[in-house]
C-alpha cells in the first residue's frame, strides 16, 4: 500500500518539476514572499533596538506570512489532482488500476504536501538565514531564542496550514470539471493565514493559548476533511465530468 501511494506521488512531483512555467512561477513567488519578510524584519529589528525579543516577534509574524508561498507550489500540484488527469486523457487508465480509492487519495495528497513543506522549509531558512547573516552580529541576544511560539509556528501550525489547504483543495478538484476554478480556495486559506499573522501578532501574553486553539482546530479540520475527502469521492462522477 505503502508503495502504490509513494508511486503515485511520485509521478504527481516529476510532472510539476519537469515543466518550465511551474519552476518560473516558484521563483517568482519564491522572491516576493522572502524578499519583502526579509526587509520588513530588518525593519523592526531596527526599531525594536536590534533586541532577540524583536526578532523573535518579527520572525513569528512574517515566517507563518511566508508560509503563503508554500500554499501555492502545494496547492498547483493538489489542483492538478484530477482535472489534469482528464485533461490528459489519464483519469480512465488510472480509475482502472486495482487501487483502493484512500490510496488515490493519498497519493495525490501526499504530492502536494511533499512540494508544500519542502517549499515552506526552505523559504523560512532562506529568510532567517539571511536576516542573521545581514543583522546577527548587531542582536543583543538578552531574551531566550527561538520562543515557544515561534517554535510552534514554524514546526507545527505553518506546516498543518499547508497540509490542510491540500486536502481541501484535492476533495474540491474532483467535484471540478477546470482547473482555474480549484484555485479559489486558495485565496480564501491565503486570507486566513493573513488574517492568523496580525491577529497573533496583538495578543501579546495569551499568544501560547491562542497557539493551541489554532492547532487543536488546524488538527480538527484536517481530520474531518481526510475523511469527508474519502467519503465523497466517487470515480463514475469525477470521470464524467
Not at 475523511?227 to 464524467?240: D, H, L
Request: with cysteine.
Amino acid at each position: 500500500m505503502v508503495n502504490i501511494i509513494w508511486e503515485i506521488a511520485r509521478k504527481e512531483l516529476l510532472a510539476y518539476f519537469t515543466g518550465k512555467s511551474a519552476m518560473l512561477r516558484n521563483l517568482i513567488m519564491l522572491g516576493i514572499f522572502s524578499i519583502v519578510p526579509i526587509m520588513q524584519i530588518n525593519n523592526a529589528l531596527m526599531a525594536g533596538g536590534y533586541s532577540s525579543a524583536a526578532l523573535s516577534q518579527s520572525l513569528e509574524v512574517y515566517l507563518l506570512f511566508s508560509s503563503f508561498y508554500a500554499l501555492v507550489m502545494a496547492s498547483t500540484i493538489a489542483v492538478m489532482a484530477f482535472p489534469y488527469e482528464k485533461e490528459q486523457k489519464t483519469i480512465e487508465y488510472l480509475f482502472t488500476l486495482p487501487l483502493k480509492d484512500y490510496e488515490i487519495l493519498a497519493g495525490k495528497m501526499l504530492a502536494a504536501v511533499i512540494a508544500g513543506i519542502g517549499g515552506l522549509a526552505f523559504v523560512m531558512a532562506v529568510i532567517l538565514g539571511c536576516v542573521l547573516a545581514l543583522n546577527g552580529h548587531l542582536i543583543q541576544w538578552t531574551t531566550p531564542f527561538p520562543t515557544l511560539s515561534l517554535v510552534l509556528t514554524v514546526l507545527v501550525i505553518a506546516p498543518m496550514i499547508v497540509v490542510l489547504s491540500v486536502l481541501i483543495i484535492v476533495a474540491i478538484s474532483g467535484f471540478i470539471s477546470n482547473a482555474r476554478m480549484t484555485y479559489m480556495p486558495v485565496y480564501v486559506i491565503a486570507g486566513i493565514v493573513m488574517g492568523l499573522t496580525f491577529a497573533r501578532a496583538e495578543l501579546g501574553e495569551y499568544v501560547m493559548l491562542a497557539n493551541a486553539v489554532i492547532i487543536v482546530l488546524l488538527a480538527a479540520a484536517i481530520a474531518v476533511t481526510f475523511a469527508v475527502s474519502v467519503k465523497t469521492f466517487n470515480r463514475e462522477r469525477i470521470a464524467g465530468n
